[in-house]
């Protein structure tokens, strides 16, 4: 099992900044690969980025420039840099950490944090 806490949401004007935190502890070596996800209630989850354990990064279109996913493997945390923030990114932003094994694919989610943008 993994553990996932994230930190780092609250409340920033359009144009601002944040950085999101989600650490991971447990079964850390069983992961291959975090990101973020966010949903806003009603709405499908949407991927926003995720980083393999090899450094290669995928982002969602809508925050392709903007966003910055990275880790640091020493202290098992992964980072979101969110720079030029819209109003249209509030959201609830979920950590998740993802295992690969043989043709299982584990996945675990943390409890979510609020990212609220002022326009």
């Known amino acids: 099992q993994v553990q996932l806490v994230e930190s780092g949401g609250g409340l920033v004007q359009a144009g601002g900044s944040l950085r999101l935190s989600c650490a991971a502890s447990?079964?850390?070596?069983?992961?291959?690969?975090m990101g973020w996800y966010r949903q806003a209630p009603g709405k499908q989850r949407e991927l926003v980025a995720v980083i393999t354990n090899y450094g290669a990064t995928n982002y969602g279109d809508s925050v392709k420039g903007r966003f910055t996913i990275s880790r640091d493997s020493a202290k098992n945390t992964a980072y979101l840099q969110m720079n030029s923030l819209k109003p249209e990114d509030t959201d609830v932003y979920l950590c998740?950490?993802?295992?690969?094994?043989?043709?299982?694919?584990?996945?675990?989610w943390g409890q979510g944090t609020q990212v609220t943008v002022s326009s």
């Open positions: 998740n950490a993802y295992g690969l094994t043989g043709i299982t694919i584990r996945s675990y």
């Open positions: 447990g079964d850390i070596f069983s992961i291959n690969g």
